[in-house]
């Protein structure tokens, strides 16, 4: 059997103009928030698996990207994961981008895919404070790297 690799990914850092950022509530692990990510299809670059991923898991790709991060951070699935990515990767790396949400938009989750059941605008503190535990480092690297404090 092949060894496992890392699944390429992208994060979608949403700020809002009272510098609060977006979280989903994961439809399969209520109580569990997190920024939405994605991975990046065959054939795809990070910016356009960035919008499809936003639009399919926010239902809305009305947004403008403002910095991406000059590094990847990564992390490793914890060996008791059962989700299906975890069967066929590692862990996960992922590229990181800060967006705002164009004038007059917002997600809407009826056009979502469903991945997410609640969505709420919170502070970056809280973000990685509330975090599992595993993707911690990845969070406070990504959030550093685009210029977002966390205390």
């Known amino acids: ?14 700020i809002n103009d009272s510098g609060k950022v977006l979280v989903g509530e994961r439809s399969d692990a209520p109580g569990s928030w997190q920024l939405p990510q994605g991975g990046i299809e065959k054939g795809e670059n990070p910016e356009a698996a960035l919008r ?25 699935f914890p060996p008791e994961l059962e989700a299906a990515v975890a069967k066929k990767f590692c862990g996960q790396e992922q590229t990181w981008f800060l967006l705002r949400f164009e004038p007059n938009t917002a997600p809407n989750l009826g056009k979502s895919d ?17 975090i599992i535990v595993w993707k911690k480092l990845c969070y406070e690297h990504g959030f550093q790297q685009l210029g977002i404090r966390t205390h």
């Not at 898991?57 to 910095?67: A, N, T, Y």
């Open 114 to 130: 469903g991945e997410f059941s609640a969505i709420k605008w919170v502070d970056p503190a809280t973000t990685i404070s509330e």
């Open 52 to 76: 499809r991923e936003m639009t399919e898991e926010l239902g809305s790709g009305d947004f403008k990207i403002l910095k991406r991060a000059a590094e990847k951070c990564r992390y490793e």
């Open 1 to 14: 059997m092949a060894q496992k690799t890392f699944r390429q990914c992208v994060v979608g850092l949403f």
